[in-house]
């Protein structure tokens, strides 16, 4: 059974500062990852994918890489900004079962000008 | 552009009032799934579907129902709302990775997610 864990739960940073953000996963028989933000009550952005071939991808100032073997993913995220606060989660599709997205337990961002 | 629309956002009913949460999407996916949000569970999917006329059961099926006639919709049925399905729901799109062939090719199963359905049952 895949689990997926993010740590830390919750991380409070001032503006500018570098950030990252873990993810780490028990079965690496995965198809892709992706990182989502989420604001208060509000949907899933998709953020990121990786695909299981890629070690990382970037997107302005948010980087994401993977480390198959090792069941883990991390969340760069460049001189952070108060419009950065929010949920971020990291889900993982496996090989079997790839109709899921199975999700880690989220990490709550707080960048305080 | 391309989206997930789920309607409506808000909902508020009544137990044992028969409800369904409409969710289409505009970017020929095959896959539809839909998750709920729950407080300390996180996200856990629900149904899912890997084409039209095909649909299975996720994680936690008890209590909803869902048909897949189109290809951009898949509604989701609540037949006899408890309190206990009071929760955010989200529906969700994507390709699929299909096998052989198709599957070397890595594609972009890219999710794409729904704003929510905030359903109360009282």
Known sequence: KQEVTQIPAALSVPEGENLVLNCSFTDSAIYNLQWFRQDPGKGLTSLLLIQSSQREQTSGRLNASLDKSSGRSTLYIAASQPGDSATYLCAVRRITGFQKLVFGTGTRLLVSP | ?122
């Open chain 2, 1 to 122: 552009e391309a989206q997930v629309t789920q309607n409506p956002r808000y909902l508020i009913t009544v137990t044992g009032k028969k409800l369904t949460v409409t969710c289409s999407q505009n970017m020929n996916h095959e896959y539809m799934s839909w998750y709920r949000q729950d407080p300390g569970l996180g996200l856990r999917q629900i149904y899912y579907s890997m084409n039209v006329e095909v649909t299975d059961k996720g994680d936690v099926p008890e209590g909803y129902k869902v048909s897949r006639k189109e290809k951009r919709n898949f509604p989701l049925i609540l037949e006899s709302p408890s309190p206990n399905q009071t929760s955010l729901y989200f529906c969700a799109s994507s390709l699929s990775p299909g096998t052989g062939f198709r599957n070397l090719l890595a594609l972009n199963t890219e999710a794409f997610f729904g704003q929510g359905t905030r359903l109360t049952v009282v």
